[in-house]
């Protein structure tokens, strides 16, 4: 599976951005897939997750209530809808996937993007 993450940039506080994960390859719908993201200096951390029919999601307390993650299988694609943006969700997003469960730990993805810059200016 390869993943190509997409859709970051340069938003003001308050602002929205949508990222994208398509992917190609084996069967992505049978995949969980999950957003992370590292700032500088910070280890990767967990942003959310959702299962192969987006029955089951997941997010971090610090994204709560502000993002939103869904697939469309069809499309071989997985999104991360990001509102009220603040300077500290500054990072490289990246989307991941695996074969079992939902999971908040990095290292239980197998398959990696390539990431994509989202920074929040104040």
């Known amino acids: 599976v390869q993943l190509q993450a997409s859709g970051g940039g340069l938003v003001q506080a308050g602002g929205s951005l949508r990222l994208a994960c398509v992917a190609s390859g084996r069967a992505f719908s049978w995949y969980v897939t999950g957003w992370f993201r590292q700032a500088p200096g910070k280890e990767r951390e967990f942003v959310a997750t959702i299962t192969w029919n987006g029955g089951i999601t997941d997010y971090a307390d610090s994204v709560k209530g502000r993002f939103t993650i869904s697939r469309d299988n069809a499309k071989n694609t997985v999104y991360l809808q990001m509102n009220s943006l603040k300077p500290e969700d500054t990072a490289v997003y990246y989307c991941?996937?695996?074969?079992?469960?939902?999971?908040?730990?990095?290292?239980?993805?197998?398959?990696w993007g390539q990431g994509t810059l989202v920074t929040v200016s104040s």
């Open positions: 991941a996937g695996r074969r079992a469960g939902t999971s908040r730990s990095p290292s239980s993805y197998d398959y």
